[in-house]
């Protein structure tokens, strides 16, 4: 699976008063690194909510940064990918984001470029979007540079820009460091090919269940039949047996009823697990059964679907669907294929 290494520019301690790694406005500091952390966190929580794997760079707190430690450890851990995070500064008039790039590998450049334009932040690009990495100039940058596997250095905009500020520090920051992230994860996906998840779409909404105010509730009476209370209320008794879980059609004093409102939708068993191993290729019971089960706790095969893609065959969507649900509950083995501790994290959530 490919590994995604997430460089967070600079560090809390690398602000300079009025030059670079941040900017001092209406008399506070404002660091570029909280900017770049919360969006590489971001980023992180959406990729693996794509079934990648991702990482970001141990931060020193040096006030000097070794940017060698950075790219040693991108290239120690065999990333696939590298995205460095910044925000720029410059002159107040430039603004827009772009991205850096090494000449031969434009690749994750332009998607990029083509989901920024999708996401619509709010904020533009700075000229076409993108730079290419030139030896000799000051865009010679060491992350891009020094990395041994495609690496890119995105600026998010000008902190130095009132416009763009805004959106970086300001009133508009926490959604547009949201649509940074998606941003950036929407490329990585596309560059590797995986379907992007949002990670908000796999949180299941919350049910409300009101309980029965008192006039929804009939005693019964000595004497009382099923047939008397259900008329006195203008339902059926079916209705009424329905509303109470009542199997047969005996009641006795005391006993309280519900008389109104909805009936509790049943609780719907668990499906049950399927043992042994599955992985792509498998078909039949087993396998529906493990789909019914990535259904319920929203992790569909193919949500949308004829039956969201529950169809008893274990191809591409179901392991892409696995993989989504390992990146959440099993973050240190995604590998697509249903197994014991699939299971088992599979079991604690139904
Ligand atoms: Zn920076």
Same mark, same amino acid.
């Given at each position: ?10 560090? &809390? ?27 590489? *966190?971001?980023? *992180?929580?959406?990729?693996? +909510? ?64 083509? &989901? ?51 959106? %970086? ?11 940074? +992230?998606?941003? %950036? ?9 995986? &379907? ?8 299941? !909404? ?16 000595? =004497?009382?039949?099923?047939?008397? %209370?259900?008329?006195?209320? &203008? ?11 009542? *199997?047969?059609? %005996? ?19 668990? /499906?049950?697990? /399927?043992?042994?191993?599955? !992985?792509? =290729?498998?078909? =039949? ?15 569909? /095969? ?31 083995? @995604?590998?697509? @294929? ?10 604690? *959530?139904?």
């Amino acid at each position: 699976m490919p590994l995604i290494m997430l460089d967070a520019g600079h560090t &809390k301690n690398t602000f300079e008063q009025g030059g670079g790694k941040g900017v001092r406005k209406g008399g506070r500091n404002y660091e570029e690194h909280n900017f770049n952390i919360n969006v590489a *966190k971001h980023t *992180k929580r959406y990729l693996e +909510a794509s079934g990648l794997d991702a990482r970001i760079t141990k931060q020193s707190f040096a006030s000097s940064e070794n940017l060698n430690n950075r790219t040693d450890e991108a290239n120690r851990i065999g990333a696939d990918l590298l995205v460095s995070i910044h925000a720029n500064a410059g002159a107040s008039a430039a603004k827009g984001a772009c991205v850096f790039h090494w000449p031969t590998s434009p690749k994750f450049a332009n998607m990029w470029v083509d &989901k920024w334009k999708a996401e619509n932040t709010g904020v533009g690009l700075h000229g076409n979007g993108k730079h290419e990495v030139r030896l000799g100039t000051w865009t010679n940058l060491h992350m891009v540079r020094e990395a041994a596997m495609p690496a890119y250095l995105i600026e998010h905009g000008f902190m130095t820009n009132d416009h763009d500020f805004d959106y %970086i520090f300001g009133g508009k920051s926490a959604e547009y460091r949201r649509d940074c +992230a998606r941003a %950036i994860a929407k490329a990585v996906c596309d560059y590797f090919n995986v &379907k992007f998840v949002d990670y908000e779409d796999n949180v299941p !909404k919350k049910q409300s269940n009101p309980k029965p105010s008192n006039k929804d509730v009939y005693t019964v009476r000595k =004497g009382d039949t099923l047939w008397e %209370i259900a008329k006195d209320h &203008k339902m059926s008794v079916r209705r009424l047996k329905r509303l109470n879980n009542l *199997k047969g059609n %005996i009641i006795h004093p005391g006993d309280k009823l519900r008389v109104a409102g909805k009936a509790k939708p049943k609780k719907k068993r668990a /499906p049950r697990l /399927p043992k042994g191993i599955l !992985k792509r =290729g498998d078909r =039949g019971n087993k396998v529906r059964r493990l789909q019914k089960a990535l259904c319920e706790v929203y992790f569909y /095969p193919n949500k949308g679907a004829k039956n969201n893609g529950v169809d008893g065959i274990f191809g591409r969507n179901t392991e892409d669907a696995v993989r989504r649900f390992q990146s959440v509950y099993t973050p240190h083995m @995604i590998d697509g @294929i249903y197994g014991k501790r699939t299971r088992r994290a599979l079991k604690k *959530k139904l």
